[in-house]
Every structure is written in C-alpha cells, then in structure tokens.
C-alpha cells in the first residue's frame, strides 16, 4: 500500500515538474516581447479565474438549492405533516401488506411497482396513487384511513 502510495506522488511530482519545465521554456521561447507575453498570462489567468468563479457560482446555487429541498422535507417531517394527515406512518410500514392487497383488489389497475412502500418515502407513495387513481392527496389518504378503521373494527 505504502508503495502505491509513493508511486502516485513520485508521478505526481514528475508531472508537476514537467508542466513548470513546459511553463518555462514556452515562456523563454516565446516570440512575443516579456512585456506582452505577461500581459497574455495575465488575462489567461484572469479569464481561469472567472471562470472558476462562475462555476463555483453555479455550485453554490445548485448546493443552495438541494439543501432548501432538504430542509423543506425536513420541514415537512418535523411538523408531523402525516400525523396531521391522520396517517401514522409507523402503523402504515407495520401492516402496509394488507393495504396493498386490498388496494389492488380495489383497484385493478395498480401494480406492484405503484405500491412499492418504502419507509420515509411516504409523500412519494401518495403521489403515484394519486396520479395513478385520479384522486386527490386527501382521498388517498381517506382510503388508506378506511382500512386502518376496518382492520381495527376486525379485533
């Protein structure tokens, strides 16, 4: 390991010292005069950082806007959104089978893939009944409720 190690900085220090030496004589060789040779590495220089700017700009945008979607889901999850709902997502992951079956003896056209029940991805599972169902959040939620109440009136 150790000898992996010393060959990736052995051909790191190689390429570094390549590109200087390569820096160098491009600059000695170079036909412009000293003064505008610099000028040109200058700008280059500047236009490399301005452009690494704008890419870091364009990171920081995108890392802004995932952490505001994360932060909203937490959001969501924190301010008990499915206890508010009235669906307790502990009891749905414990007896989500039945459900399922009884969904798919409803509702013919639903397959597996449309009940594919994942812990915390509960808004998610909602979402490709609704649209797979033409209801509402509410009546999916309705629904689910029903068979909650009528697993509980069988005990």
Wanted: aromatic share 8%; hydrophobic share 35%.
């Amino acid at each position: 390991m150790e000898n992996q190690n010393q060959n990736k900085n052995n051909f790191l220090f190689t390429f570094l010292a390549g590109a200087a030496a390569g820096a160098v004589l491009g600059i000695l060789y170079a036909p412009d005069k000293g003064e505008t040779t610099r000028k040109k590495i200058s700008d280059q220089a500047k236009d490399f950082t301005d452009n690494l700017e704008e890419s870091g700009s364009k990171v920081m945008g995108s890392l802004d806007d995932i952490m505001g979607r994360v932060v909203n889901m937490f959001s969501e999850l924190k301010g008990g959104e499915w206890m508010s709902a009235g669906i307790d997502a502990i009891w749905l992951k414990g007896n989500w089978n039945d459900i399922k079956g009884k969904l798919k003896k409803k509702y013919a056209n639903l397959t597996d893939e449309d009940l594919n029940y994942v812990s915390g991805m509960e808004n998610e599972l909602i979402g490709k009944l609704q649209k797979k169902l033409g209801k509402t959040k509410d009546d999916i939620i309705d629904l689910i409720n029903n068979f909650r109440s009528e697993k509980q009136s069988q005990h």
